[in-house]
């Protein structure tokens, strides 16, 4: 992966104009203008002048600059890439773009946290939303997904009351990319079809490490349709290369402040790099009479299929290749829509899919302001597109000829698409029932697989959740919403339910029993790990005056090997003056970096030790959180004295050792000179194993 300096200079690229060459600056009229910065006034100190239309125009489309942001999901970062299939799924869809692997269908994929405004921080507690423009030869296909495969409510009648609920207060707009408060949990309390997306919201996943390292899911149940017109049910899931990772709860708060553009600068950074994030597009195949064969509704898009029942069948892969040149006309101006199908993909009767496809076309049409936004460059189809809908705001097309259906004037043009056509034809799908506005009974089941995810958890990530809970409940203020709350818990999991109130000082429930008896093992993060590459984590090398330079470079090679950034930080930028007398570049200083933002340390040593690094708070809070969080830490040499001053009773045994000693992600070796290839694998494995929970855990 490419260093600090090398970034530096693209940046500096990305500032050039678009085309120096192609002249001075104009109004938006086209005249050149000669001067822009001091207005036209009469006399040096005199009043400004109404006719310096410049001025007035310049002012005037800066003011218009902002358009609404998104009701929700405000806050995002998106990537043009690629999709292929694996092989042809004729079978089941005659969708054209899933026909032949030889075929490369051009995307671009928007990443989102839903709570927050524009600019709140990306490492909030919250559902990150994955939606992905396909440009097809048959038109515009958009999978409008998050990265958790369920949803909260099961009627969109529903959306704005548990929005409204989320989102920060009416009386004082508090708080911001939050769900620990009031209202929410109000919510929560009472619409118990809430509690199995709760219970992803309390996991881990709600805190990727990166948009690169999260799944992504369709959520509702779909309908595939192949060209003889037979349906088959589908649900979609996006599986990362790199594997699911998470951060920690603190962790995610300090990244707040530190960088709040943390997920939004990884993926970034990463396609720039070359580093090109992929997914495997997989899909849940239930044929049409199997509908009923579950003890779940199809339709209820608060339940997942389990993998175990029904398998990930993988079908292709999204590769992201291209960071967009300007984020206002692109990732800002994207418009998905889950009505955007092609033939072959079609509907179900899930009523909060059935909302989304009124919402929206509504929501763009408000956002963008007006009808004519799918002629903006990032929404434009690759697929021709002949139609009759004419004029509104922001018309960029000059249309001809004649424009209403049908016509002999214009020769008949355009004229409707032929029956053995790639026509868009709907399902065919008898419908007969009384009209009436009531809840299915066969949705009525909301504890039993919020309690199927909490029994295919890991210990380490039950005790997220729990702790989780307690955090956010903890900052409701009203005892009764907290009180009911787990009382609803109780109804999932009894022993979940008395761990959260015995955090936040309500009853314990007596109540133990569990919901369910099932576990699905897939929707574990501990299966969840990829292919075990560490490319592109970022490990941060601890140097001081005395360092054993060689013994960095050695390590240093080793994981730029494997795709690792390596960054030397430093009291200071600058250098370091190794134990050999020679400079040591430092790519970094401590003051203006924190643990949170890397993956994980190394503390190499030095012949006559490195005692600075124990003097320098920055560097040993460095360590601490590292430690604390999980993380992987290696020490080499006098480094492993650094690290034992931290955790005596923890490191001390291992340091006695002349050997390499690894256990919990704590990878040390007090031999001195130049890393051994023992250390380099254990280290490697401690960085893939990414985060080591069972750590003991260590104060502040
Ligand atoms: Fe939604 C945006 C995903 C339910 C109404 N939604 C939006 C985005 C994503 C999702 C990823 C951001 C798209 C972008 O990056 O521009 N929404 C979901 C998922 C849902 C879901 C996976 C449940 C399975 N949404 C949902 C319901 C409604 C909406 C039930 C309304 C009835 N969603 C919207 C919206 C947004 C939106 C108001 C705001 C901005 C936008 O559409 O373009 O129309």
Same mark, same amino acid.
């Given at each position: 992966?490419? #260093?600090?300096?090398?970034?530096k200079q693209r940046q500096r690229e990305a500032f050039r104009a678009e085309d120096?060459?192609?002249?001075?600056?104009?109004?938006?009229?086209?005249?050149?203008?000669?001067?822009?910065?001091?207005?036209?006034?009469?006399?040096?100190?005199?009043?400004?002048?109404?006719? !310096?239309?410049?001025?007035?125009?310049?002012?005037?489309?800066?003011?218009?600059?902002r358009i609404p942001e998104r009701v929700v999901h405000a806050r995002g970062a998106?990537?043009?890439?690629?999709?292929?299939?694996?092989?042809?799924?004729?079978?089941?869809?005659?969708?054209?773009?899933?026909?032949?692997?030889?075929?490369? @269908?051009?995307?671009?994929?928007?990443?989102?946290?839903?709570?927050?405004?524009?600019?709140?921080?990306?490492?909030? *507690? !919250?559902?990150?939303?994955?939606? @992905?423009?396909?440009?097809?030869?048959?038109?515009?296909?958009?999978?409008?997904?998050?990265?958790?495969?369920?949803?909260?409510?099961?009627?969109?009648?529903?959306?704005?009351?548990?929005?409204?609920?989320?989102?920060?207060?009416?009386?004082?707009?508090?708080?911001?990319?939050?769900?620990?408060?009031?209202?929410?949990?109000?919510?929560?309390?009472?619409?118990?079809?809430?509690?199995?997306?709760?219970?992803?919201?309390?996991? =881990?996943?709600?805190?990727?490490?990166?948009?690169?390292?999260? $799944?992504?899911?369709?959520?509702?149940?779909?309908?595939?349709?192949?060209?003889?017109?037979?349906?088959?049910?589908?649900?979609?899931?996006?599986?990362?290369?790199?594997?699911?990772?998470?951060?920690?709860?603190?962790?995610?708060?300090?990244? $707040?402040?530190?960088?709040?553009?943390?997920?939004?600068?990884?993926?970034?950074?990463?396609?720039?790099?070359?580093?090109?994030?992929?997914?495997?597009?997989?899909?849940?195949?239930?044929?049409?009479?199997?509908?009923?064969?579950?003890?779940?509704?199809?339709?209820?898009?608060?339940?997942?299929?389990?993998?175990?029942? %029904?398998?990930?069948?993988?079908?292709?892969?999204?590769?992201?290749?291209?960071?967009?040149?300007?984020?206002?006309?692109? @990732?800002?101006?994207?418009?998905?829509?889950?009505?955007?199908?092609?033939?072959?993909?079609?509907?179900?009767?899930?009523?909060?899919?059935?909302?989304?496809?009124?919402?929206?076309?509504?929501? $763009?049409?408000?956002?963008?302001?007006?009808?004519?936004?799918?002629?903006?460059?990032?929404?434009?189809?690759?697929?021709?597109?002949?139609?009759?809908?004419?004029?509104?705001?922001?018309?960029?097309?000059?249309?001809?000829? @004649?424009?209403?259906?049908?016509?002999?004037?214009?020769? &008949?043009?355009?004229?409707?698409?032929?029956?053995?056509?790639?026509?868009?034809?709907?399902?065919?799908?008898?419908?007969?029932?009384?009209?009436?506005?009531?809840?299915?009974?066969?949705?009525?089941?909301?504890?039993?697989?919020?309690?199927?995810?909490?029994?295919?958890?890991? !210990?380490?990530?039950?005790?997220?959740? +729990?702790?989780?809970?307690?955090?956010?409940? &903890?900052?409701?203020?009203?005892?009764?919403?907290?009180?009911?709350?787990?009382?609803?818990?109780?109804?999932?999991?009894?022993?979940?339910?008395?761990?959260?109130?015995?955090?936040? #000082?309500?009853? /314990?429930?007596?109540?133990?029993?569990?919901?369910?008896?099932?576990?699905?093992?897939?929707?574990?993060? /501990?299966?969840?790990?990829g292919d075990g590459s560490i490319r592109t984590r970022r490990v941060a090398v601890?140097?001081?005056?005395?360092?054993?330079?060689?013994?960095?470079?050695?390590? *240093?090679?080793?994981?730029? /090997?494997? &795709?690792?950034? +390596?960054?030397?930080?430093?009291?200071?930028?600058?250098?370091?003056?190794?134990?050999?007398?020679?400079?040591?570049? %430092? =790519?970094?200083?401590?003051?203006?970096?924190?643990?949170?933002?890397?993956?994980?340390?190394?503390?190499?040593? &030095?012949?006559?030790?490195?005692?600075?690094?124990? $003097? !320098?708070?920055?560097?040993?809070?460095?360590?601490?959180?590292?430690?604390?969080? #999980?993380?992987?830490?290696?020490?080499?040499?006098?480094?492993?004295?650094?690290?034992?001053?931290?955790?005596?009773?923890?490191?001390?045994?291992?340091?006695?050792?002349?050997?390499?000693?690894?256990?919990?992600?704590?990878?040390?070796?007090?031999?001195?000179?130049?890393?051994?290839?023992?250390?380099?694998?254990?280290?490697?494995?401690?960085?893939?194993?990414?985060?080591?929970?069972?750590?003991?855990?260590?104060?502040?």
């Amino acid at each position: 992966m490419e #260093g600090p300096t090398d970034r530096k200079q693209r940046q500096r690229e990305a500032f050039r104009a678009e085309d120096p060459a192609s002249g001075p600056l104009t109004t938006d009229q086209g005249v050149e203008v000669d001067h822009t910065n001091d207005s036209l006034a009469a006399g040096e100190r005199g009043p400004t002048l109404m006719e !310096d239309f410049h001025f007035r125009e310049k002012l005037t489309r800066f003011d218009h600059e902002r358009i609404p942001e998104r009701v929700v999901h405000a806050r995002g970062a998106g990537a043009y890439g690629y999709f292929e299939p694996y092989e042809s799924c004729a079978e089941f869809t005659r969708a054209a773009f899933l026909q032949d692997p030889s075929v490369r @269908t051009p995307v671009f994929v928007r990443f989102s946290t839903v709570q927050g405004p524009k600019g709140s921080a990306d490492t909030v *507690r !919250d559902v990150r939303g994955f939606a @992905t423009k396909f440009y097809t030869s048959e038109g515009n296909y958009d999978l409008v997904g998050n990265n958790f495969p369920v949803f909260f409510i099961q009627d969109g009648i529903k959306f704005p009351d548990f929005v409204h609920a989320v989102k920060p207060e009416p009386h004082n707009d508090i708080p911001t990319g939050a769900s620990a408060h009031d209202t929410l949990w109000d919510f929560v309390s009472l619409q118990p079809e809430t509690l199995h997306a709760i219970m992803w919201l309390m996991s =881990d996943r709600a805190i990727p490490r990166s948009y690169r390292m999260m $799944q992504g899911f369709g959520v509702h149940t779909f309908r595939f349709v192949n060209a003889e017109g037979r349906g088959t049910f589908v649900k979609f899931h996006w599986k990362p290369k790199l594997g699911v990772h998470s951060l920690v709860w603190d962790e995610a708060q300090e990244c $707040q402040g530190r960088d709040p553009d943390f997920n939004r600068r990884d993926l970034w950074e990463a396609i720039e790099a070359g580093e090109y994030p992929e997914w495997e597009l997989g899909v849940q195949l239930v044929a049409e009479e199997d509908e009923f064969a579950f003890d779940f509704d199809l339709l209820d898009a608060t339940k997942i299929i389990p993998e175990e029942q %029904v398998p990930v069948r993988p079908i292709g892969r999204m590769v992201l290749d291209r960071n967009p040149e300007n984020f206002f006309a692109e @990732t800002e101006q994207v418009a998905f829509h889950t009505a955007n199908v092609v033939p072959g993909i079609d509907f179900t009767n899930d009523p909060l899919l059935q909302a989304r496809n009124f919402s929206y076309l509504d929501t $763009q049409l408000i956002r963008l302001g007006g009808p004519n936004f799918s002629q903006l460059p990032v929404n434009r189809p690759v697929a021709p597109v002949r139609t009759n809908q004419r004029d509104g705001y922001h018309q960029s097309t000059v249309h001809r000829g @004649t424009n209403y259906f049908p016509n002999s004037l214009g020769g &008949g043009c355009p004229a409707h698409a032929g029956v053995d056509s790639a026509a868009f034809t709907h399902y065919t799908e008898r419908v007969d029932g009384a009209k009436i506005r009531r809840r299915s009974p066969s949705f009525q089941d909301h504890h039993s697989q919020a309690a199927l995810f909490w029994n295919s958890m890991s !210990d380490w990530e039950k005790q997220h959740i +729990v702790e989780a809970f307690r955090f956010e409940l &903890g900052k409701v203020d009203a005892r009764t919403v907290r009180a009911r709350t787990v009382r609803e818990l109780a109804k999932v999991d009894g022993e979940l339910a008395i761990q959260v109130a015995r955090g936040i #000082g309500v009853p /314990e429930p007596t109540e133990t029993r569990s919901a369910s008896k099932l576990s699905s093992p897939a929707l574990s993060l /501990e299966s969840l790990r990829g292919d075990g590459s560490i490319r592109t984590r970022r490990v941060a090398v601890l140097v001081t005056d005395g360092v054993d330079a060689d013994q960095v470079t050695s390590v *240093r090679e080793a994981l730029a /090997e494997r &795709g690792v950034l +390596v960054e030397a930080l430093a009291a200071t930028e600058g250098s370091v003056r190794g134990a050999d007398g020679e400079l040591y570049a %430092v =790519d970094r200083a401590l003051p203006t970096v924190a643990s949170v933002l890397y993956d994980a340390v190394l503390l190499p040593g &030095g012949p006559t030790g490195t005692p600075a690094l124990t $003097q !320098d708070p920055d560097a040993m809070r460095f360590v601490r959180d590292a430690y604390r969080h #999980g993380k992987p830490v290696g020490a080499l040499g006098s480094g492993v004295g650094v690290l034992s001053t931290l955790d005596p009773e923890g490191v001390r045994l291992s340091s006695e050792f002349h050997r390499v000693v690894s256990e919990r992600g704590v990878v040390t070796d007090t031999s001195p000179g130049t890393a051994s290839a023992e250390f380099l694998q254990a280290f490697v494995d401690a960085v893939a194993g990414h985060r080591h929970p069972g750590r003991r855990p260590l104060r502040r």
